[in-house]
């Protein structure tokens, strides 16, 4: 049997539980609605999550396999002299997301035109590294904005699992308990109340009948 609330077995708290039931089982309702739809976008994200791991690896292997060929015909020293000064190959905006109360970052990354380099000793493999890397930091970012928002989601996802179990589980079956309790205990003092009518009842028409 479920734990009782520490409460006056009374019409009038009966009255107030009958309300607080109803709109704990509303609460209720709501949270298995919403752990619902976190669970679908959390599959959904999961996903995505996935596609863009698989995409980011591989932009990574061809990001690096360029950046060795430009190290091994353009040298360390040149390569990092070329390097220096180059300007941001992204444009990255970072905002605000809400998804069912779940807030992340949005990513919104961009590859700039590559700009011309005037030095001596470049080579053309330069280029193709310069655009891989950018395109792998794009996935990156990407990926970044996947992985936080399925994480958050994941969170939260477990936060209503608990607050439904404890509403399912504890609390509603303490409440319908602790209602069941009082009305038992009103009807039996109701029930002894009407015997002791009954009693008074017989006695007041035995006087009645001796007199």
Known sequence: MAALLKVSPTKST???LKKQVNFLQQGYTLLERKKELLTRLVYE??????????EA???????YYWLSISHIRM??????????????????QILPRSSIGVQYPSVTANTRPLEPIGLMGTDASFDETRRHFAEMVK????????ET????????????????????YNVIPKYRA??????????????????????????????????
């Open 14 to 16: 009966l009255l107030t």
């Open 45 to 54: 994200r999961l996903s995505l999550y996935r596609a863009l791991r698989n």
């Open 57 to 63: 690896r591989a932009a990574m292997q061809k990001a």
């Open 75 to 92: 040298g360390s020293k040149t390569l990092r002299t070329a390097g220096q000064g180059l300007a941001p190959a992204l444009d990255v």
């Open 139 to 146: 996935l990156m970012a990407q990926l970044g904005e996947a």
């Open 149 to 168: 928002a399925l994480w958050r989601l994941l969170d939260e996802q477990r936060k209503t699992q608990k607050r439904v179990n404890a509403l399912k």
């Open 178 to 211: 602790t209602i069941h309790f009082i009305e038992s205990s009103l009807e039996e003092e109701e029930r002894n109340t009407l015997f002791q009518i009954k009693v008074l009842r017989a006695q007041v028409e035995k006087k009645k009948a001796k007199r």
